[in-house]
């Protein structure tokens, strides 16, 4: 704060002050004489008046005195400088509002969000402008975006623009705003009247350049902030799966952005619904970890995190990947328990399929003899395996309906199996009638080998990179032979023998299929069990039935408002994704990949027509948008770049002129009582 | 004590004459319907009983108590004696200033000094009329030297007394304390006394004066003469006020003091009145616009009363 002075010759009228001095130094005497027989008591009024006049006098001095000072002050055309809170504003006849949209916008305060009091105070500038004035609206989250292409005299159109703003899930990119919003200014000075609650530790520094920007254009930034005082919300940084008890733990972060502590009630919601009740105990301005154990059974897909907060309920749900857990079940048929392991397909299976046991290889294995068949629970069971079972057709009617609902079968060969009970059990399903079983060379020679798969197809994909070459060492002396069947669509051959002969066929039967192996999945009729890509054969099999929903689809993290890019298998046409609710988002195919945008935090999955899922992207809000906290502020930012911005001017001669008046107007009156005493 | 040098010039002999008239006029209204008459001699107010004892006077032994009750006692009778009356007038300067004190007829006629040595004559009269010795002692004042006669009877004593008043002027300063102290060392025991002044010294420094009074045991009237309007500081310029005392002179606008006049005159009076009450006197407040006989009646109603009972 500091004094300047417009005339400085003017306080050169301070010497009149010797006026109102020497004035007060002079004393009126009267000239009447009067004999008064009671002096002792005049004598004691005159002492009396005389202390008060002690006071009296030196004050009526003193007002003569600072009349002329201020006199002499007056003329000399006094301003007070001091510093103001924000810019000045009126007056550019150009005016530029930028809103900010952010996540953070969102934040309640008193019952309203940060935006629709945001929109208010535009709406009550845009009331107060007077004709004439050119206005232009920006709104800006991620993005600055000018919602009035140029300045405008329509204050109607933009009020509308104003009223229909509403807030994103997007971040706080103060500096694209002021950029457009620049860019609307269009090189020429003008204020910019900035709504926001400049919430977050790097909004306002990643803006300085574009705050310097527009002071060099000789704009200013007006800043009418909304922050809440004191701050408070709750988000959710982070939601995590990892091992862990029982089907492993999903770690959630909350951060309290408040000054006070709080307890938040939370729910995780697991992809096949079950909810998992929480309470985090948060420290004021802290963070709070808690671990939820999974049950040892879930499918897999997108859990939810949620927490009840009412200041910012946008950041209060976050999205995590969750494999399979343990809730892949198998049922192995086993017809054929055989002597010895080796002469097992159950022994071999288990190890393919289930290595360290359900929980980690996202496998379940049921084993149970035919008359076991019994427990199959459709709802629970992916895929059944009938492992050289000698007679299907008490089950066959079950095993039918199974694979239309959209069960897996897989039936591997044996000496159990015989044509006519299998044809006749499950004659609609398989994919070709079983004729006989035929020797195709000496067991001692080892029999024929496998043919090279093609990786094309979708269940060989995995051996594109490596193992192919495998197959030729699958060898089988005994095999089925089918009766001719057409291929198609529905019907084709996956794997053959070296001779032609029919490997591994399927058959699509209702929302299911039915896989036949025409040897023996242990040492029976060939090595298949032995060779190296017997385990991973086995689980792509158990996945390509769908032993596994989703399990093998791609896992993504993607954040609202922002590109996501997943790359597509090859072959693979018209995916489709599909939003938290279920419905189609816009996304476009560039080349091998497939681009969307997530518009709200979520699940989002790539899907194709009656497969599972392509890849499934948890979307979640951007996690600074949760601190709500003001670190820097707009007006700290001109202040440093441009102190004279913010210097206001208080014209002082007017009211010392005033003063000069009262000064005058008292020191008469004292005088005129002073007078009367005296 | 010297005695005064009577002053036998026409105009004093008139100012006697119209003294006397006036003092005998108040007094007359004052003791009309009065017929009470002073005995010389044997009380005959009873007081009490006492046992007697060889060597009373055994005129004083009630033979109807012996009679009744065959016990010699001795009645005891007040014995009424003379009282003793001395009037101070105080006739410094300052008693002379009055609005009407210029060119009033006779003079002095409207000033405080005169309207004092009315009350002082007056009272010296009235207190003759009822037979007791009567003195005046004038403090200060001009054409006399100082005063002290000291109570006597007779008419010519009162005479005297009347030609001193109706010769002196106010004038000078009466310095009380020195003056109320040499009268109360001289007083006569168990006298009444009357001081007749406007107290306009400080009272801190005379009123302890007024012990020597309480000392002898003398019943102290003291009144207080002053000018209501020099009191009210009731004129309407800005003026040069002295004292006809002397010292310096004062420039005050009655008008803007008036609030605090009127302080420092209810502080003065209390003050005053306070100090005469402690040292058992009573305090009569005489303000120059009062009628004289009021003040007169006031006083010897009262005094009556007491000369009667002492």
Redesign the interface.
């Known amino acids: 704060m500091s004094l300047s002075l417009l005339a400085p010759l003017g306080l050169a009228l301070a010497g009149l002050v010797a006026l109102p001095v020497a004035a007060h130094m002079a004393r009126q005497?009267?000239?009447?004489?009067?004999?008064?027989?009671?002096?002792?008591?005049?004598?004691?009024?005159?002492k009396?008046?005389r202390r008060r006049r002690r006071v009296k006098d030196p004050i009526l001095l003193l007002l003569r005195v600072l009349a002329v000072l201020l006199v002499a002050l007056a003329a000399a055309g006094p301003e007070l400088l001091y510093p103001g809170g924000v810019p000045e504003f009126g007056g550019s006849g150009r005016v530029v509002l930028v809103v900010d949209r952010s996540m953070s916008m969102s934040a309640v305060r008193a019952g309203a969000t940060r935006l629709q009091e945001a929109r208010e105070r535009a709406t009550a500038l845009l009331d107060g402008l007077p004709d004439g004035v050119q206005v232009g609206l920006v709104a800006y989250d991620d993005e600055g975006v000018a919602i009035t292409s140029e300045l405008t005299t329509d204050l109607g159109r933009v009020r509308a623009a104003v009223a229909g703003l509403q807030p994103s899930y997007g971040g706080s990119d103060l500096r694209s705003g002021l950029h457009e919003a620049r860019r609307l200014l269009a090189g020429e000075p003008g204020e910019v009247v900035l709504y926001s609650d400049e919430a977050g530790p790097t909004q306002v520094p990643e803006a300085l350049p574009e705050i310097e920007a527009l002071l060099e254009l000789g704009a200013s930034i007006v800043p009418d902030t909304v922050a809440a005082d004191p701050p408070r919300n709750v988000a959710i940084h982070r939601a995590r799966y990892g091992d862990g008890l029982e089907g492993g733990q999903v770690t959630v972060r909350l951060m309290n952005y408040g000054t006070a502590g709080i307890e938040v009630p939370c729910e995780v919601t697991l992809p096949d619904g079950a909810s998992i009740p929480i309470f985090a105990d948060l420290p004021p301005e802290g963070a709070a970890e808690e671990r939820i154990t999974i049950p040892r059974e879930a499918l897999g897909g997108v859990g939810e995190v949620r927490c009840e907060d009412p200041d910012l309920p946008a950041d209060d749900a976050r999205y995590f990947h969750l494999p399979q857990v343990g809730a892949s079940r198998v049922l192995i048929v086993d017809g054929d328990p055989g002597d010895t392991p080796t002469r097992s397909e159950v022994y071999f299976l288990e190890r393919a399929l289930a290595p360290w046991g359900g929980v980690k290889s996202g496998v379940t294995i049921d084993v149970t003899s035919p008359i076991g068949l019994s427990a199959l629970e459709p709802e629970r069971h992916r895929v059944v395996f009938l492992a050289n079972v000698a007679d299907p057709r008490p089950f066959g009617p079950r095993l039918t309906e199974f694979v239309r609902n959209g069960g897996s079968l897989v039936v591997s060969a044996g000496d159990n199996v015989t044509a006519d009970r299998y044809n006749a059990a499950l004659e609609g399903i398989l994919p070709a009638r079983i004729r006989s079983t035929r020797a195709l060379a000496d067991r001692d020679e080892g029999g024929i080998p496998a043919a090279m798969p093609d990786t094309d197809d979708e269940l060989f994909r995995p051996f594109r990179r490596g193992g192919r070459d495998g197959f030729q060492r699958v060898r089988a002396h005994t095999a089925l032979t089918l009766e001719p069947f057409e291929a198609s669509d529905d019907v084709r051959v996956l794997l053959a023998w070296s001779n032609g002969m029919p490997a591994l066929i399927e058959r699509k039967v209702g929302r299911g299929r039915v896989l036949l192996y025409t040897s023996t999945i242990d040492l029976g009729w060939g090595n298949l069990p032995l060779q190296a890509v017997f385990m991973p054969l086995m689980q792509r099999m158990v996945d390509y039935l769908g032993g596994e929903a989703g399990a093998a689809a791609a896992r993504f993290d993607a954040v609202v408002g922002q590109p996501v890019v997943v790359p597509l298998p090859d072959l693979v046409v018209d995916p489709e994704v599909l939003g938290p609710d279920g419905g189609a988002v816009p996304s476009r195919i560039e080349g091998a990949t497939l681009r969307f945008t997530p518009t709200e935090p979520g699940a989002y999955q790539l899907s194709l027509a009656s497969a599972p899922p392509l890849a499934w992207v948890a979307a979640n809000v951007p996690e600074e948008e949760g601190d709500v906290r003001a670190y820097d502020s707009v007006v700290g930012a001109e202040r440093a770049i441009a102190p004279d911005l913010l210097t206001r001017r208080l014209d002082l001669a007017r009211p010392a002129w005033g003063g000069v008046l009262v000064l005058l107007v008292l020191q008469g009156l004292l005088a005129f009582?002073r007078?009367?005493?005296? | 004590m010297s005695q005064p040098e009577p002053i036998y010039d026409a105009e004093s002999l008139a100012r006697v004459r119209h003294l006397h008239l006036r003092a005998r006029t108040l007094t007359d209204a004052l003791l009309m319907g009065e017929h009470r008459s002073r005995r010389v001699g044997q009380a005959v107010e009873f007081a009490d009983y006492q046992e007697y004892l060889p060597g009373m006077d055994l005129r004083g032994l009630d033979w109807r108590v012996w009679g009744r009750s065959d016990r010699y006692v001795i009645k005891r009778f007040e014995t009424e004696t003379e009282l003793p009356c001395t009037v101070v007038l105080d006739l410094s300067g300052d008693l002379g200033t009055g609005d009407r004190a210029r060119r009033a007829r006779p003079d002095l006629e409207g000033s405080k000094a005169g309207y004092a040595i009315v009350l002082a004559a007056t009272l010296l009269y009235f207190l003759h009329r009822h037979g007791e010795p009567v003195g005046l002692e004038i403090v200060a004042g001009e054409g006399i030297p100082h005063v002290s006669l000291p109570p006597r009877g007779g008419r010519n004593h009162l005479q005297l007394l009347f030609l001193l008043l109706a010769t002196v002027r106010p004038g000078g300063q009466a310095r009380l304390r020195d003056a109320l102290g040499r009268v109360g060392a001289r007083l006569r025991r168990r006298s009444w006394v009357a001081v007749v002044s406007d107290g306009m010294e400080e009272p801190s420094e005379w009123l302890p004066a007024l012990a020597a009074f309480a000392r002898r045991g003398a019943d102290l009237r003291f009144f207080h003469v002053h000018d209501p309007r020099e009191w009210r500081l009731d004129f309407d310029r800005p003026a040069l006020f002295f004292s006809p005392e002397g010292g310096a002179e004062l420039a005050v606008d009655p008008s803007g003091a008036q609030q605090a006049f009127d302080e420092v005159v209810q502080e003065y009076v209390d003050e005053v009145r306070g100090g005469v009450v402690r040292f058992g006197g009573r305090y009569l407040p005489v303000p120059t616009d009062r009628p004289l006989d009021e003040v007169v009646r006031a006083a010897v109603l009262d005094d009556v009363r007491a000369l009667g009972a002492r």
Request: charged share 35%; glycine share 8%; aromatic share 4%.
């Open positions: 005497v009267p000239r009447d004489r009067r004999a008064f027989g009671a002096m002792l008591l005049l004598r004691r009024v005159v009396r008046l009582v007078g009367r005493e005296a």
